[in-house]
């Protein structure tokens, strides 16, 4: 069978000079934590094929935008399709290659950084291993797009430094796809993101948890699990913390008195209000309102 690594109609790929790299990224202290080494595009590359027994010293990413293709991580196999990711640590033993009869497009970029190991290893902990799935959104795509034209450009201090701070953008979509793009999302099937929608939406109430559960038609034990497990917090806990984050804004923005803004947040009592206000922000309503006039 023939087997290429490069070589594919309409490909681009960039690899910055090693001296470069050393130059301008690793002790920049704004980009040195993570940065680009390689990046590319590779379409319907029919008879892709890539082997490295050792691995190399960066991670890497590859999106399959199309067609179909197989990515091996040491003993771990997985089958790439359209919107289809995998990442590839460092120094692991690793092997890919385009399917014959539907042969993927991909983008693909290597990366390194002292923060690159906590990212690469923070996806595969989100997806329970190397391969995860996003849903297409054109903006990742102009993500890439940004980047690669950046470097395209050469590798003037500007170029480098927009590039890879566009880089923390692009990867964070593969890590938190349900978050990318949120203020263009007009509907969701996410309980959480369901339930996090009808707590904003009832910032003047005082919600209990059976409240809120029943807005997304779960008990109230099942839904306090999953959505400890997805945000860290107690749905209360975060319910809390978007009231106060409402206070803050009618503190910044309003003239309104403390007693006022409780009350338009569900509370009757000013005093539990300034109580739970002080111990997430660690200061009063009126010192906070203070503090941000100055």
Known sequence: MLRKKEGFEGQRAIVLPRKIITDFCTDNPV????????????????????????????????????????????KQQYAMQPDTFVVIPAGASHSYAADENDSWTIYWTHFKGPAATAIAEAMQRQHSGHQGAVTFQQKRIDLFEDIYASLERGYGNDNVCYANMCLWHFLSTFLYDDKFNLSERKTSTDVVELSINYMQQQLSQMLSLENIASSVNLSSSHYSHIFRKKTGFSPMEYFNHLKVQKACQYLIFTDLRVKEIAYKLGMEDPYYFSRMFNKLMGMSPNHYRAKRGT
């Open 31 to 74: 980009i040195g934590g993570l940065f680009v080494t390689d990046i590319g595009y590779y379409p319907k590359a029919k008879y892709h094929f890539r082997q490295r027994l050792h691995g190399i010293d960066q991670h890497i990413l590859i999106y399959c935008r199309e067609g179909k293709g197989m990515v091996q991580v040491g």
